[in-house]
């Protein structure tokens, strides 16, 4: 579950790099930390040549979480609250070079990368688009950062946790959107029937109401694989 692979320049906080020519396969913690020491990406790209156009194949998705939503210590978040938001979704974290460092005009603050293996996809769109949805369900993570052909910067002394897990995050997001979809359509189809009804019945179609929305606001945790 958290095995998958990345590619690494040879370089570290090179911004203009676009190539990258190594692969590294990760499948424990000393793996992962080697790889964070250079920037690097998180697919294969046609000539090692990062670009939307070139993307071939991923296996993993990284997302990045800088906390610029809030200037209030209290409302940042960190890996605690992904694994939380994510249910049993195994995935890796690298602190990023800024954690809890000034960064232009913004504070301290905790600042990381979230590594989540996926079964390999080969469409750079549906990649994207899983991003999106990912981005979507926890909206701490970076909009910004989403294209299939972002890079991340190498850390010179990677600090690095690993949250293991039973399942990957594409069939958690799939499991989450279909019981929401599903609690969504029958709360519409109470609604519509309860008001066709008399006070009695209403009470008990509340009760319904009000636990389907319960599902829909814990499906992170209501949903197995």
């Known amino acids: 579950m958290l095995n998958f692979t990345l590619f690494t320049a040879n370089v570290r906080g090179d911004k203009g790099n676009c190539v990258y020519p ?3 396969e990760v499948t424990n913690r000393e793996a992962f930390k080697e790889a964070m020491q250079y920037d690097h990406v998180c697919g294969a790209f046609r ?9 071939l194949e991923s296996n993993v998705i990284a997302m990045d979480c800088d906390n610029d939503h809030s200037d209030n210590p209290g409302s940042w978040v960190t890996p605690e609250e ?3 938001a994510f249910g049993e979704v195994a995935f890796y974290v690298n602190y990023s070079r800024n954690h809890m460092k000034i960064k232009g005009s913004k504070s301290a603050r905790p600042r990381f990368h979230i590594y989540f293996p996926i079964p390999t996809m080969t469409s750079g769109a549906e990649y994207n688009e899983l991003k ?5 369900h926890f909206p701490y993570f ?3 950062a989403l294209g299939e052909a972002r890079f991340f910067f190498g850390t010179e002394s990677p600090m690095v946790d ?3 897990g039973t399942r990957n995050v594409a069939s958690f997001i799939s499991g989450t959107e279909l019981i929401n979809s599903q609690c969504e359509m029958r709360n519409a189809q109470l609604k519509e029937f309860a008001s066709q009804t008399d006070l009695n019945d209403r009470a008990e179609l509340d009760t319904n109401i009000a636990n389907c929305e319960l599902r829909i606001a814990n499906s992170d945790s209501s949903f197995t694989s």
Request: hydrophobic letters at 25%; glycine letters at 4%.
């Open 22 to 24: 190594n692969r590294i």
């Open 47 to 55: 000539n090692n040549y990062r670009s939307n156009s070139n993307f």
């Open 82 to 84: 992904v694994a939380k």
């Open 132 to 136: 999106k949805r990912i981005q979507e």
């Open 142 to 144: 970076d909009a910004g």
């Open 162 to 164: 690993i949250y293991d």
